[in-house]
T-cell receptor, first 114, second 113 residues
Framework: AQSVTQLDSQVPVFEEAPVELRCNYS??????LFWYVQYPNQGLQLLLK??????LVKGINGFEAEFNKSQTSFHLRKPSVHISDTAEYFC????????????FGGGTRVLVKP | EADIYQTPRYLVIGTGKKITLECSQT?????MYWYQQDPGMELHLIHY???????EKGDLSSESTVSRIRTEHFPLTLESARPSHTSQYLC????????????FGPGTRLTVL
């Protein structure tokens, strides 16, 4: 079964500094990859997705992620964060071999400090 | 505008009450899901449906039940709420075909006293 690991449960970062959130998954056969953001007391909103093609994916709010098949990773980055980026971030993997079942990581809480 | 709605957003009730959390989507999606999420924690799939009259239990055992009588509507019911049911409940939907990008509602935060 697919498993998704977000290596950092919390990431404190100063405003305007870069941030990287790490995500690794277990099966590399055929996957689609997603990053979602959850603001307090809200549902999940899609940041970006990798379906095929270029391994560097750009999303909303200045975020981007890079798919690395050999390392089974899909790390999320932003070169300069804002206070408004304080939120919980979830990596998710849709495994084609398992009928496109979506598996979520445990989440990374980003706290942007002024 | 295509969207997914959940009501109520917040609910505080006493132990033993029957409750129904509503979820509706206007995107015409066949697949719908319910997740349970404790504050600051990961999502746990508790129910899903691949279409009308189709419901399945998810990865996390739950005392709740669901129904899918109409494509757009996927309500979740607790017959007798307990404090252990206190949590956030998120509803999502996705297209039948494709890569299972899921669209989420705003959630219902349930507190059982």
């Amino acid at each position: 079964a697919q498993s998704v690991t977000q290596l950092d449960s919390q990431v404190p970062v100063f405003e305007e500094a870069p941030v990287e959130l790490r995500c690794n998954y277990s099966s590399s056969v055929s996957v689609y990859l997603f990053w979602y953001v959850q603001y307090p007391n809200q549902g999940l909103q899609l940041l970006l997705k990798y379906l095929s093609g270029s391994t560097l994916v750009k999303g909303i709010n200045g975020f981007e992620a890079e798919f690395n098949k050999s390392q089974t990773s899909f790390h999320l980055r932003k070169p300069s964060v804002h206070i408004s980026d304080t939120a919980e971030y979830f990596c998710a993997v849709s495994d084609r071999a398992a009928g496109n079942k979506l598996t979520f990581g445990g989440g990374t809480r980003v706290l942007v400090k002024p | 505008e295509a969207d997914i709605y959940q009501t109520p957003r917040y609910l505080v009730i006493g132990t033993g009450k029957k409750i129904t959390l509503e979820c509706s989507q206007t995107m015409g999606h066949d697949k719908m899901y319910w997740y349970q999420q404790d504050p600051g924690m990961e999502l746990h799939l508790i129910h899903y449906s691949y279409g009308v009259n189709s419901t399945e239990k998810g990865d996390l055992s739950s005392e709740s039940t669901v129904s899918r009588i109409r494509t757009e509507h996927f309500p979740l019911t607790l017959e007798s709420a307990r404090p252990s049911h206190t949590s956030q409940y998120l509803c999502a939907s996705s297209e039948e075909a494709g890569y299972n990008e899921q669209f989420f509602g705003p959630g219902t935060r349930l507190t059982v006293l």
